[in-house]
């Protein structure tokens, strides 16, 4: 399993940053069984696993306490050297009855107690994500960052009463961002930390990341590098999403496009934090069913209900109203991922000279029904689902109004040179410009 691969990777870099040459059971007598099980508040949860289960009373007494009971359970299931998914995390059931019993074999597999060690620690370096999935990211900086999150995960517990334990791979998502902030001092490593918890079943809990800030942080740390994630959820029933390409330099586009439309010489109207609340149209199991992270994935959420009806799946055509602040950040949020996959910076001045051109073209006439005409006319231009029918009506209000002909002719000869998927986003950004000054005339 791929735990176990991850955990004897950072147990390698544990002893090269230590001076230390521990083996995995050493480093889980040392370190992780103290930290994780001591105190009646686990950090981890592995199913059926002796740390699940009540040990026996007689073994407690004969150990010192629960805990110790606990583990020395462990061990003898450890030493047994027969791997199940409740000492060897991510591996099959140890019944052939059971739902997650697919990977059983009558093979010799080679597997150790030092390989089941190691799962374990790989699995508490897993990064939690919405929708139940972990990922893992063979990555040194990245490992070591959540494994000094270890220790605050611990202290945050003992500080917030009635906060459920056992979940080091969800507070590993948040603590991620946070460590990898620019804001981040390891001198008050919970400066600036805030995790708005939630109430579940009379307790109260940290809820999961969304899989985008945790992406989001990482293309900060590495922006020009492509991370693999090895994404799973270990339940009832096991699901291996496999590994999958991370592309931060796409993502990393969203700041880069942000800083070059939306700075202005006194201040940025899209902040970081606001960038990363995006809420995206793919949750992640559907995000990695796209075959790499990028900047299609971040897709923001609800984008479709805007883009002309018939352009793409789920397209809906509808009007964006601006109605208050959040709609304002939206539309922002919106125009920003459209131009970043564009990439081209000037398609939003030419977007908006087309709206503009537009506004301009529906007023100029001299009776009730030439602009009703006109206002139909523009409506269907904006409305194109396809790039033939989008330049056919460009071509009638040419007719109309020679005036624009500048804007309309640079306009059609943009489209002509996009690939075939970027017409719908392109035919978008016009809508949000055309309603962002209908917005702007009607205050």
């Not at 009855?97 to 508490?124: C, F, H, K, L, R």
């Not at 809420?279 to 609800?302: D, M, S, V």
């Not at 030439?370 to 523009?378: D, Q």
Request: proline content about 3%.
């Amino acid at each position: 399993m791929f735990t176990s691969y991850i955990g004897k990777r950072f147990l390698a870099l544990y002893n090269e940053r230590e001076g230390r040459s521990l083996t995995a059971g050493e480093f889980f007598d040392e370190v992780f069984f103290e930290l994780f099980f001591t105190d009646s508040s686990h950090l981890i949860h592995v199913s059926n696993s002796p740390f699940f289960q009540k040990p026996r009373d007689e073994d407690v007494k004969k150990y010192g306490s629960k805990s110790l009971a606990q583990y020395n359970s462990l061990r003898k299931k450890l030493s047994s050297g027969l791997p199940s998914g409740a000492v060897f995390v991510g591996y099959a059931a140890e019944e052939i009855q059971a739902t997650t019993s697919g990977q059983v074999t009558n093979i010799n597999s080679g597997i150790d107690a030092e390989e089941m060690y190691a799962s374990w620690i790989g699995e508490a370096l897993g990064i939690g994500v919405s929708g139940g999935f972990v990922m893992l990211i063979n990555e040194p900086e990245v490992l070591w960052s959540l494994f000094m999150g270890w220790q605050y995960y611990r202290k945050y517990l003992q500080q917030t009463p009635n906060l459920k334990d056992k979940q080091i791979e969800t507070w590993n998502g948040h603590w991620l961002c946070h460590s990898l902030d620019k804001e981040y001092n390891p001198e008050d490593p919970f400066g600036n930390f805030r995790v708005e918890t939630a109430e579940v079943l009379g307790n109260v809990a940290i809820p999961t990341n969304a899989w985008s800030k945790v992406v989001f942080a990482l293309s900060k740390k590495y922006p020009g590098q492509a991370l693999t994630a090895y994404a799973y959820n270990l339940s009832q029933t096991n699901t291996t999403l496999g590994f999958i390409k991370l592309y931060l330099p796409e993502v990393r586009k969203m700041y880069e496009f942000r800083d070059a439309v939306f700075l202005s010489g006194q201040a940025i109207i899209l902040n970081d934090s606001q960038v990363e609340r995006l809420q995206t149209f793919y949750n992640f199991k559907g995000a990695c069913k796209i075959g790499t992270i990028g900047l299609k994935a971040l897709e923001p959420a609800n984008l479709r209900a805007y883009m002309p009806k018939g352009s793409m799946l789920y397209a809906q055509g509808k009007d964006y109203k601006f109605s208050d602040e959040d709609s304002y950040l939206n539309y922002q949020l919106y125009r920003l991922w459209i131009i970043a996959m564009l990439n081209k910076t000037e398609l939003l001045n030419l977007a908006t000279q087309v709206a503009q051109a537009l506004k301009e073209f529906e007023k100029t006439t001299a009776n009730d029904r030439g602009t009703k005409e006109k206002a139909r006319l523009s409506e269907e231009l904006r409305t194109s689902a396809s790039l033939k029918t989008f330049i056919d009506k460009i071509t009638e209000v040419l007719g109309l109004a020679p005036q624009n002909a500048d804007a309309f002719r640079q306009v059609v000869v943009q489209v002509l040179k996009m690939p075939t998927d970027n017409f719908p986003l392109f035919a978008t950004l016009i809508r949000f410009e055309y309603q962002y000054l209908k917005s702007k005339n009607s205050l």
